[in-house]
């Protein structure tokens, strides 16, 4: 009964028919955000190398089979630092006694078991902390409250929360405290990766929130002297591993040929990883899952990966990367959903041939959604940029990010967050992309692309 | 040089001329706000009975006479169990680990040191808990993720937060979580005053925040068993000491006929009492400055009263009342603003002859501030309460509250929270109603009020 073999033409629907079929489904069964309902309530919050990371690897893995994916596996790697968030705790001692709210920042070193206690130096900007000269801060712990605007996060993340700790120890310091890298005013710190200069000595860094940074500007502006007690007692503990998830739908036509869509299923530890990134994990694995139960596969294989580890510095999407040699070749494109809830609001492009006629069919199919053409420029999300730069094309759906800033990182990272409405229209933009590319197929590369 | 004793009549301007000028003068100073600015930074969280709240009265009554008032002292007055925060923590242990948002109830009695770990009773609703048979939830930590709505504050502080305890208690339960008093959807967890029943073994209490409490409503839907593990190690301290700080502005011609504006210097010990009760402070001690600074005080006294240990029981506004007798029946009439930011909505009326000429005139003063007369009740404010109870006459000046659940009693209670037009817009209120009351006095009594 091999009905394909003589399948009439009336009933093979246009590509972007089934395409808007599929859109449609993921739009009414709401199955992503069931999906990151059920990853953020079953497993919890997914620190990079924690038993609830590897928990959350193996419910994904799980989940694959159920939907029938064609191949479904993992892959694991080793992260260099494993860490864990201990007691945090920090109070202004004098003038006015009173708690700050504030979480480390990943990867920070612990200060002793009782606190230090110490004056602050209180920089408004890290242009004035940079101004300041080697030794000037002795004995001090470092306070930057330099504000974050709508749009800074890389600014604020690369040039204050990465770099902040070991300027501020190279002049002395024997703590950091920086205003969260968020836009929120509630009173939740914002945690994320920092890094220590090699040669400079490791202090405590961690993140205020808003409105006690806000607190300690008005404090400088009446106040001489400001001293604050800090207790932070976070592990390191060492190698840890990692995985990435990944599910196939086998291409029926070219099943060597791969259009791979990701997110991230490891999170930070302070919230469940809702907006970061359990919307973008039910996002692909719902358009995957749809993709896989049309009465036929597209033409190519469509993949989905669940990197690890993402949060500590794109290590899963670099083991994916490095790993691969002749496979990233068959990559014809990747894309992730990492940026919240959505909706998506263009489709952006980082591949060589831009005119590839593929494109403007799938941008096109998009329209509907109120998705507009973006940028000719696109690393495809965290993950895939490390694939991306050894050549791998990218389509970048870029997401409406008002509330994410807000969110990520801190406690407020729960699923009550997500509306239905934002994250179903992401995935009928995924599912239609995931699916289009890989029936349409497309060659995106050209000599511009390594 | 008695000019007072010929002044023209031209120069002598109308009682709403001069209201409608200090309300004006109010707002464009931006007073109240500054005062509530200075109190919760210069002193921070203010705690019945703690050095704090000793220090916020010795602020006030330092400000109060820099701003020139008449007479200006404070009366100091036992409460009976004075309670300090400790640490705080609670997580699920199984089935998905995760750390959960809470904070201990007002006067909560501590678990042991290193916590307690139990299997969860979840009810939905506290119907469902009191329907629950003595003995059935031995061993247990009740949890009563009871939702509040809008509007439904005193019914879920009174009902749940106030009796849950001892209600879960009475059943076997060895501790109690409820979902937060609150209507906010962040992060943060809800305190506030709790009681336990004599004869009932008193069990630790905390409150989780709105996020955490859904989880585990998510996590009751799909597991069976939840076990939760709590640490709360607050302690109480005995009896402490608390006190009403009070300044007054002599009136010209019927001193001895008092004008009360309250509101409460104490607050919770999570934020830094901005909205509940910083707010109110910043608008009677703004309104009572303007009203000193007139060429000529009203006809009446202008009392201000910063009450204290208002939170675990108007502890200040009750020893306030019962600490007199005569000079309660002086009091013409009473109000206090603790409601927030405001802006002010209404003017309610709790008085025995509400056809007074007085409080038309008033009422119509209020009218430009968008101030419609309300209703025919008023208790006049928590702290006015118990006077009421014995007499004294009170107004209500209604906030519009759409915040201030979402934010009292919690870490978010900050000034960065209260928006310059609203306050300005409440301390207008204030301050006409304290200048004209004063000015023009009133007969509010009647047989109907005790």
Known sequence: MAMFVCMPAALR?????IAAKLAQQIQESSLALEIATDLTTEIGPRLYGSENEKRAA???MK?????????VWSESFPV????????EKASIVSPSPQNLVITALGGSVPTPPEGIEAEIAHFRFIEDLLAAPEGSLKGKIAVVTHPMEIGQYAKISGGIRSKGPSEAARRGAIAFLMRSAGTDSDRVAHTGATSYRDGIPR???AALSVPDAQQIDRLAERFKSIRIKLVLTPKEIGAVRSQNVIAEITGREKPEEIVLLGAHLDSWDLGTGAIDDGTGVGIVM??????GELPQAPKRTVRIVLFGAE????VGGKYYADSRTDELKRHIVATEADAGQGPVQFMDIGVGNPLDPSISRIRKALEPLGIKPGRSKSSGGPDIGPMHSKGVPAFGLSMFTDD????HHTPNDTIDKVEPERINQSAAAFVTVGYLAAELGGYYRASDVR
């Open 311 to 314: 949060e500590i510095g794109l």
């Open 404 to 407: 994410y800033f807000d969110l």
């Open 286 to 291: 719902a358009a995957g899952k749809l993709i």
């Open 58 to 60: 193996e419910w994904a």
């Open 80 to 87: 260099e630092r494993g860490w864990i968030r201990g007691e």
């Open 63 to 71: 989940r694959f089979h159920e939907y029938g994916f064609d191949r």
């Open 203 to 205: 202090i405590p860094a």
């Open 13 to 17: 629907a246009a590509p972007e028919a």
